[in-house]
Nanobody, 122 residues
Framework: EVQLVESGGGLVQAGGSLRLSCAAS????????IGWFRQAPGKEREGVSY????????YYISSVKGRFTISSDNAKNTVYLQMNSLKPEDTAVYSC???????????????WGQGTQVTISS
């Protein structure tokens, strides 16, 4: 069973940094795409970044390019999202999930955790 647990959220001032962790159990990353998503109050969930363990490719939405970095520690079965230069508009609940498909579509993902709250004060 694919299970993922997020951690690392918190309250920081604009311009600050956070590192989110996504710890996996019940499977290994081989042949998966691991994605980070966020959902702000009153808004739909959006994909923020993903990493493919098939070919090592990564993806970022335009609003976080140059500020966020996705990485992994395969020995710990954990994917990270380093978030720098945080802005109030980054405030959301951040979740991770796993896809055995292309990784392009939210509907492909499974193993959603409870998420971790990220709040950026101005």
């Amino acid at each position: 069973e694919v299970q993922l647990v997020e951690s690392g959220g918190g309250l920081v001032q604009a311009g600050g940094s956070l590192r989110l962790s996504c710890a996996a159990s019940g499977f290994t990353f081989d042949d998966y795409v691991i994605g980070w998503f966020r959902q702000a109050p009153g808004k739909e969930r959006e994909g923020v970044s993903y990493i493919s363990f098939r070919d090592g490719s990564t993806y970022y939405i335009s609003s976080v390019k140059g500020r966020f970095t996705i990485s992994s520690d395969n020995a710990k079965n954990t994917v990270y999202l380093q978030m720098n230069s945080l802005k109030p508009e980054d405030t959301a609940v951040y979740s991770c999930a796993a896809s055995r498909g292309s990784g392009y579509y939210i509907r492909e993902y499974e193993g959603w955790g409870q998420g971790t709250q990220v709040t950026i004060s101005s």
